[in-house]
């Protein structure tokens, strides 16, 4: 299992997940805006995406209504 700290900014013009600063703290920029969860969705897709694995190993531990989120992910 892996922990990551991400920043989140909504509504943003592309989608990125960029590389982690000093603090270990990764920012997500996202299309979507932070309505119903797809804002989140998009997020698990991304960080599936970027530490390839399946979507159902990524998961928001903590912060899913909030800008700073704790994701962790399964890593076989």
Known sequence: ???IRVKVKPRARVS???EPDA???WLAQ???PPVDGKANEELIALVAQRF???KSAVSIKS???G???RI???VS
Do not use: F, N, Y
Request: glycine share 8%; with cysteine.
């Open 67 to 69: 800008r700073m989120k």
């Open 30 to 32: 996202l299309k979507s």
């Open 23 to 25: 603090d270990g703290v």
């Open 1 to 3: 299992m892996k922990t």
């Open 52 to 54: 390839a694995c399946p």
């Open 72 to 74: 962790q992910i399964k």
């Open 16 to 18: 990125a997940l960029e």
């Open 63 to 65: 912060g899913a209504t």
